[in-house]
């Protein structure tokens, strides 16, 4: 595997590749991206990764001085796998050498809400530097994980409104055996949080049994959701049961004719905010 750090060290090694296969990460790689790494080989050729912590999707009080950086550890992880050909990780001044004044604005009713309410400014962060990752790399396909769900929405919309010759893969989210989502940030929960984490899927999927055994009322599921967790001391930003196809709240209707939903969930335990979310067919 090739480790590049600027643009220029990057297009040198893809010169001529027309089928490059890319997968984004902030790094700290666990299972879950080495299994997006996994997928990304199996619909192009070479196999691109990139780790970079972009400071333009963390807000001001957020944790980006503590997001965790583990560059080496995550070269021989990647070393071991041999999936992917060239591990693109750049330093902030090679992504932003100039203030980044020119912004992705993403739509309202899908930036704006969910994680785009509670994080404002988050996504046109990460619609901004996926979009300049695309640029510097001109993949054929990239992938990214089911667990930012909104985030592969939007990452797909913005491809689909600029017309990017870029085909978006999604994989599943990947589980510890306790049903807890994997994520970078799982590392700061302590022992007693890491036992209580993954009430957060247990959570999920009791409103997915409800839907299924006949439920119709989102609101009331919520209602449901975000008291049991909180209960439980969590505090709860939001569960949401959405339309799998615009992330709009259902009607009642919608959910009587089987509308493909999913439930998404954003809380933190302790200092620890942690994100989930489960499609349902009905
Ligand atoms: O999902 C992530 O790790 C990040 O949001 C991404 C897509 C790499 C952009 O910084």
């Keep these: 595997m090739k480790v590049v750090h600027t643009i220029e060290e990057l297009r040198d090694q893809l010169r001529g590749q027309l089928r490059a296969s890319f997968v984004p990460t902030m790094g700290n790689l666990h299972e879950g991206h080495l299994s997006l790494m996994r997928l990304a080989r199996q619909h192009g050729d070479p196999v691109v990764a990139s780790i970079f912590v972009n400071p333009l999707q963390f807000g001001p009080n957020e944790d980006f001085d503590k997001y965790p950086r583990t560059l080496e550890s995550d070269i021989a992880k990647l070393e071991e796998r041999r999936d ?6 750049p330093s902030v001044r090679e992504m932003y050498p100039e203030p980044q004044s020119y912004r992705v604005q993403t739509p309202e009713g899908l930036g704006n809400i969910l994680e785009g309410e509670y994080r404002p400014g988050f996504f046109e962060g990460v619609t901004t530097v996926v979009l300049k990752l695309f640029s510097c790399v001109q993949p054929k396909v990239a992938v990214f994980g089911k667990k ?18 870029v085909t978006i893969y999604a994989h599943e989210t990947v589980r510890e055996s306790s049903g807890l989502a994997m994520s970078s940030r799982n590392r700061f929960l302590t022992e007693a949080e890491q036992a209580e ?16 055994a006949g439920a119709t ?54 200092n620890t905010r942690l994100i989930d979310n489960l499609e349902i067919m009905l």
Excluded at 84 to 89: G, K, M, N, P, S
Excluded at 220 to 247: H, I, P, T
Aim: charged share 25%.
């Design 84 to 89: 992917v050909y060239v591990l693109f990780a």
């Design 217 to 270: 009322d989102p609101l009331e599921l919520e209602g449901f959701a975000k008291k049991m967790l909180a209960d439980r001391g969590w505090q709860v930003d939001y569960v949401s049961v959405r339309k799998q196809m615009d992330l709009h709240v259902p009607t009642v209707a919608e959910i009587r004719n089987k509308e493909p939903l999913v439930v998404l969930a954003a809380a933190k335990l302790g």
């Design 197 to 212: 984490a993954p009430v957060l899927y247990a959570t999920l999927n009791q409103v997915k049994d409800k839907l299924q």
């Design 148 to 165: 930012d769900y909104q985030q592969l929405m939007i990452v797909r919309s913005m491809c689909r409104q600029f017309q990017l010759p």
